[in-house]
C-alpha cells in the first residue's frame, strides 16, 4: 500500500488539514480530513498567532482520528499573500556533447537563480516556463541538438522570517515541514489539464478574505496577485448597508443569484431561517440586489485589471480560458456569467472531482495533498523533489513504462 502523506492548507478563514494516498490507479484516497476556523490572513500576515496555532492542531487531530494513523511530517500550502513570484532568465553553452541534457537545464536554471538572490527571502519553488535553443523557442529542449540554451525560469520565494515561525509551530505540535507549496500551483495542477495549462490559463480563487488571480502557462504560474476582497465583504457590505446580523447575511448571500431581474423574481432570501432569527423590518430583493450586484461587479472589476497587467493581451495569452474556483461568489449562481460578461472569455466553474470531496472551497487543500503524493511517488524518502526534476522524472517515468 502507497505510503499515507499529510498536508496543511491555510485559507483566509481556515486550516484544512488531509491524509492521503495514492491508489494503485492514481486516484487520490482521503483517509483523513480536519477543518478548524480561525481568524484568518489579513494584510499579508496572520491576525491571531495564537489562535492559529491552535486550529492547526485540531485540524490535524481531526485528520489524524479519521485516518486512524499518527502523522510526523507535513506538506505546507503557502498562500498568496505570503508569497512573491518572480521570472528571471538563465543561458548557457553546450559543450562536451550535442545534445541538451537536463543537466544542461539545471545548469541554467542555476544561472537565472542567481539573478533571482533577494535578501531574506527563501525560495521554495522553481519552474522553466520558456525554452530557446540557438534563439528559436521550444517546448522541451532535452535530447535536442544545440549550442546554446536559454530558459525563462519562474520562481516562488517567501519571507524567511515567517518561514522560521510557521516551521517552529509545526515544531512545537511535532511536525516536520518536508515540503512548502505554492498553494494556487497545486491548485493549477489539479483543476487545469495538461492542454489548457499548455494553451495558458487564468485561474481565480474566491477566498474569505481574499482572492487569488493568477495566469498559468505550462505547468507554471507566470503571474500572481492577491486581491484583497472575498466573500466576507459580500456579507459585511450586508450587514452595514442593510443592518443584517451575520447569520441574515450568509443566509441572503447564499440564496441570491447574479445577475437576475428582482422586479420580476420571487426571492426569499430568510425562508432557511427560523423566524426568530429574521430581520424584524421588511428587506426586499432590490436591496440586497443593490449591494450584492455592487460587490460582485467591483471584485470582478478587479480581477480584470489584474489579469490586463500579467499580459498586453491576455486573451491570446490565455487561450484555455478562466477558471473560478473557492468560496465567495464561486457558490453564488450567475458568477460564472457575471465574469465571462466582464472578462470576456469563457470561465468555467473548477473544483475536485473526489468522492465526498467535491466543493470549490475544497481545491486549495486537495491540490496541495496531489502535489504532495506526487513528490512522494517522484522521491519517495520526504524529500522535495525541485519543480522541473518533478517533470524530468516524470518523463523518464513515462518512457520506462512505454519501453523506450
Same mark, same amino acid.
Given at each position: $500500500?502507497?505510503?499515507?502523506?499529510?498536508?496543511?492548507?491555510?485559507?483566509?478563514?481556515?486550516?484544512?488539514?488531509?491524509?492521503? &494516498?495514492?491508489? +494503485?490507479?492514481?486516484? $487520490?484516497?482521503?483517509?483523513?480530513?480536519?477543518?478548524?476556523?480561525?481568524?484568518?490572513?489579513?494584510?499579508?500576515?496572520?491576525?491571531?498567532?495564537?489562535?492559529?496555532?491552535?486550529?492547526?492542531?485540531?485540524?490535524?487531530?481531526?485528520?489524524?482520528?479519521?485516518?486512524?494513523?499518527?502523522?510526523?511530517?507535513?506538506?505546507?500550502?503557502?498562500?498568496?499573500?505570503?508569497?512573491?513570484?518572480?521570472?528571471?532568465?538563465?543561458?548557457?553553452?553546450?559543450?562536451?556533447?550535442?545534445?541538451?541534457?537536463?543537466?544542461?537545464?539545471?545548469?541554467?536554471?542555476?544561472?537565472?537563480?542567481?539573478?533571482?538572490?533577494?535578501?531574506? *527571502?527563501?525560495?521554495?519553488?522553481?519552474?522553466?516556463?520558456?525554452?530557446?535553443?540557438?534563439?528559436?523557442?521550444?517546448?522541451?529542449?532535452?535530447?535536442? =541538438?544545440?549550442?546554446?540554451?536559454?530558459?525563462?525560469?519562474?520562481?516562488?520565494?517567501?519571507?524567511?522570517?515567517?518561514? &522560521?515561525?510557521?516551521?517552529?509551530?509545526?515544531? @512545537?505540535?511535532?511536525?516536520?515541514?518536508?515540503?512548502?507549496? =505554492?498553494?494556487?500551483?497545486?491548485?493549477?495542477?489539479?483543476?487545469?489539464?495538461?492542454?489548457?495549462?499548455?494553451?495558458?490559463?487564468?485561474?481565480?480563487?474566491?477566498?474569505?478574505?481574499?482572492?487569488?488571480?493568477?495566469?498559468?502557462? *505550462?505547468?507554471?504560474?507566470?503571474?500572481?496577485?492577491?486581491?484583497?476582497?472575498?466573500?466576507?465583504?459580500?456579507?459585511?457590505?450586508? $450587514?452595514?448597508?442593510?443592518?443584517?446580523?451575520?447569520?441574515?447575511?450568509?443566509?441572503?448571500?447564499?440564496?441570491?443569484?447574479?445577475?437576475?431581474?428582482?422586479?420580476?423574481?420571487?426571492?426569499?432570501?430568510?425562508?432557511?431561517? +427560523?423566524?426568530?432569527?429574521? =430581520?424584524?423590518?421588511?428587506?426586499?430583493?432590490?436591496?440586497?440586489?443593490?449591494?450584492?450586484?455592487? &460587490?460582485?461587479?467591483?471584485?470582478?472589476?478587479?480581477?480584470?485589471?489584474?489579469?490586463?497587467?500579467?499580459?498586453?493581451?491576455?486573451?491570446?495569452?490565455? @487561450?484555455?480560458?478562466?477558471?473560478?474556483?473557492?468560496?465567495?461568489?464561486?457558490? $453564488? &449562481?450567475?458568477?460564472?456569467?457575471?465574469?465571462?460578461?466582464?472578462?470576456?472569455?469563457?470561465?468555467?466553474?473548477?473544483?475536485?472531482?473526489?468522492?465526498?470531496?467535491?466543493? =470549490?472551497?475544497?481545491?486549495?487543500?486537495?491540490?496541495?495533498?496531489?502535489?504532495?503524493?506526487?513528490?512522494?511517488?517522484?522521491?519517495?524518502?520526504?524529500?522535495?523533489? +525541485?519543480?522541473?526534476?518533478?517533470?524530468?522524472?516524470?518523463?523518464?517515468?513515462?518512457?520506462?513504462?512505454?519501453?523506450?
Amino acid at each position: $500500500m502507497n505510503k499515507a502523506v499529510a498536508a496543511v492548507e491555510f485559507g483566509s478563514s481556515k486550516v484544512v488539514s488531509l491524509i492521503g &494516498r495514492r491508489k +494503485p490507479y492514481g486516484e $487520490m484516497d482521503v483517509m483523513g480530513v480536519g477543518v478548524a476556523t480561525y481568524a484568518g490572513i489579513r494584510n499579508g500576515g496572520w491576525v491571531d498567532i495564537e489562535g492559529l496555532q491552535a486550529a492547526v492542531d485540531e485540524s490535524l487531530h481531526q485528520a489524524e482520528s479519521t485516518a486512524r494513523r499518527k502523522i510526523h511530517q507535513v506538506y505546507i500550502g503557502v498562500e498568496g499573500d505570503f508569497l512573491r513570484w518572480s521570472r528571471m532568465t538563465g543561458s548557457i553553452d553546450i559543450r562536451g556533447h550535442s545534445e541538451v541534457d537536463e543537466q544542461d537545464v539545471l545548469k541554467a536554471i542555476d544561472v537565472a537563480r542567481k539573478a533571482n538572490v533577494e535578501e531574506g *527571502r527563501q525560495e521554495i519553488y522553481s519552474y522553466p516556463t520558456m525554452f530557446f535553443l540557438d534563439n528559436k523557442e521550444v517546448n522541451d529542449p532535452i535530447h535536442m =541538438p544545440g549550442r546554446r540554451l536559454e530558459l525563462d525560469c519562474q520562481f516562488a520565494s517567501v519571507d524567511r522570517r515567517w518561514q &522560521r515561525h510557521l516551521a517552529g509551530m509545526m515544531d @512545537r505540535l511535532g511536525l516536520t515541514v518536508v515540503q512548502w507549496v =505554492p498553494t494556487i500551483l497545486a491548485e493549477s495542477l489539479l483543476l487545469l489539464p495538461p492542454d489548457v495549462r499548455d494553451k495558458g490559463a487564468i485561474l481565480i480563487d474566491v477566498g474569505y478574505f481574499c482572492t487569488n488571480v493568477a495566469l498559468v502557462q *505550462r505547468d507554471g504560474v507566470v503571474y500572481h496577485r492577491s486581491i484583497p476582497v472575498g466573500g466576507f465583504h459580500f456579507v459585511n457590505d450586508l $450587514m452595514a448597508g442593510l443592518g443584517l446580523s451575520l447569520e441574515q447575511a450568509e443566509a441572503s448571500k447564499r440564496r441570491f443569484v447574479l445577475g437576475y431581474d428582482v422586479n420580476n423574481v420571487t426571492l426569499q432570501p430568510f425562508e432557511e431561517l +427560523p423566524p426568530e432569527s429574521r =430581520p424584524s423590518k421588511r428587506i426586499t430583493a432590490v436591496d440586497i440586489s443593490t449591494v450584492i450586484e455592487a &460587490r460582485a461587479e467591483e471584485l470582478a472589476e478587479l480581477i480584470l485589471w489584474e489579469i490586463s497587467k500579467a499580459s498586453d493581451d491576455f486573451r491570446a495569452t490565455a @487561450r484555455g480560458g478562466a477558471y473560478l474556483t473557492g468560496g465567495g461568489i464561486a457558490y $453564488m &449562481r450567475g458568477s460564472r456569467e457575471l465574469l465571462q460578461r466582464f472578462l470576456d472569455m469563457p470561465v468555467r466553474i473548477a473544483a475536485p472531482t473526489l468522492q465526498g470531496i467535491n466543493r =470549490p472551497d475544497q481545491s486549495g487543500a486537495v491540490g496541495v495533498l496531489d502535489f504532495a503524493l506526487t513528490e512522494e511517488e517522484l522521491h519517495g524518502d520526504g524529500v522535495a523533489v +525541485p519543480g522541473f526534476i518533478r517533470k524530468i522524472l516524470d518523463v523518464f517515468s513515462l518512457n520506462k513504462e512505454e519501453g523506450f
